[in-house]
Antibody
Framework: QVQLVQSGAEVKKPGASVKISCRAS????????MHWVRQAPGQGQAIEWM??????????KYAQKFQGRVTMTSDTSTNTIYMELSSLRSEDTAVYYC????????????WGQGTPVTVSS | QSALTQPPSASGSPGQSVTISCTGT?????????VSWYQHRPGKAPKLMIY???KRPSGVPDRFSGSKSGNTASLTVSGLQAEDEADYYC??????????FGTGTKVTVL
């Protein structure tokens, strides 16, 4: 079965970078794109789309809000997708998720368990 | 890009139905056929429940159904069960490589 397993919680200081991993199994890794989204803490916080990358290379697109601060990469030897966010600020405190891009339009068909990131001095 | 608007909460007794709305602008629903819904239980990974407005992935009970009218999409859960208690989020395609999600609705089974 499809599984996406993310790396553990992170605590970072403002200005630092964080790199989160998402290890995929149960399907042909290079046949799918992967999204990254995040959700800030608190009731009523919408999920925020960050970007999408093709496993194994190809098209990578970032949301305008994160352009210049986010980098998404993949490693086909370990079936792992990475998302690195730099110049962290307190507003980046959130749970970050990887989610596979499924067949059809706007389909996030499998999700990782989430990686909490806390940015605090 | 603003989030789609959902009611913060909805509730119903077991066996009843609950409908969750998801409202945006015409720009949010750039492709009117690309609305999806996700269930998120505490401590679990979010789960795809509905895609392309009305389609259910394999394994999702037919108690879950989706619809859309104008700039409002809806998710209906019929025959509520205790296991349906969760947060539900809508999502839409707001253009090429531009996705927007809703603010989430907490469904409580009374």
């Amino acid at each position: 079965q499809v599984q996406l397993v993310q790396s553990g919680a992170e605590v970072k200081k403002p200005g630092a970078s964080v790199k989160i991993s998402c290890r995929a199994s149960g399907y042909t890794f290079t046949s799918y794109y992967m999204h990254w989204v995040r959700q800030a803490p608190g009731q009523g916080q919408a999920i925020e789309w960050m970007g999408i990358t093709k496993a194994g290379g190809g098209i990578t697109k970032y949301a305008q809000k994160f352009q210049g601060r986010v980098t998404m990469t993949s490693d086909t030897s370990t079936n792992t997708i990475y998302m690195e966010l730099s110049s962290l600020r307190s507003e980046d405190t959130a749970v970050y998720y990887c989610a596979r891009d499924g067949v059809g339009g706007n389909v996030f068909d499998y999700w990782g368990q989430g990686t909490p990131v806390t940015v605090s001095s | 890009q603003s989030a789609l608007t959902q009611p913060p909460s909805a509730s119903g007794s077991p066996g009843q139905s609950v409908t969750i709305s998801c409202t945006g602008t015409s720009r949010d629903f750039d492709n009117f056929n690309y609305v999806s819904w996700y269930q998120h239980r505490p401590g679990k990974a979010p789960k795809l429940m509905i895609y392309e407005v009305t389609k259910r992935p394999s394994g999702v009970p037919d108690r879950f159904s989706g619809s859309k009218s104008g700039n409002t999409a809806s998710l209906t859960v019929s025959g509520l069960q205790a296991e349906d208690e969760a947060d539900y989020y809508c999502s839409s395609s707001a253009g090429s490589y531009n996705y927007v999600f809703g603010t989430g609705t907490k469904v409580t089974v009374l």
